[in-house]
């Protein structure tokens, strides 16, 4: 069962001041990171998406066994970067059968975590397995290739917020409250790092 990955990571962190994705937990930037927790499930395709600052985020993934592309529409919205992603994907794999979405600003996310939800995914034969914290569901998600083309028509300027909500009833959700913590802000970063 082909499940490739994409990582957005095209955002300008504007919040944070800086690139978030540059920020290092353990000495390891915050996009390395994802990448290699994500490189640990094998997947045939692992693609990141870049668009602000994609020359320095580029530069530290030069010897990461990983796919890069630019959305040179990142200003558009996440949702853009999605498609963007989706649609490589698309053109260099004909046997897709699901895709996983994540962002690289979750620092609770573990490769043990993605696997349990591709278990999820061929056990609960549901179209869509998402995160839940924070009272909704969110990503890390996975989302078969039935939804794909729902995925390609989505809104740019939103993540695939809306179609987690549309498919509720037919997704497995995977209680994750340590989703909730991400890095916005300075302070987001300087309380994770004081918490680890």
Known sequence: MNIDIIILAAGSSSRMGQSKQLLEINNTPLL????NIAR???ADHTVVVLGA?????AAILQN??????VNKDWKNGMGSSLKTGLRYLLAVSTDIHAVIILVCDQPAVTSAYLSDIVQRYRTSKKTIVAS??????????????????????????HGAKKILLKHITSTELIQFPEGSIDLDTPEDYQNFINSI
């Open 132 to 157: 839940f914290y924070s009272d909704a569901p969110g990503v890390p998600a996975l989302f078969d290739k039935t939804i794909f083309a729902e995925l390609l028509a989505m809104d740019d300027a």
């Open 53 to 57: 600052n994609e020359k320095e985020h």
């Open 32 to 35: 390395l990171r994802t990448v």
């Open 64 to 69: 990461a066994e990983v796919q890069t592309i």
């Open 40 to 42: 640990q499930l094998k």
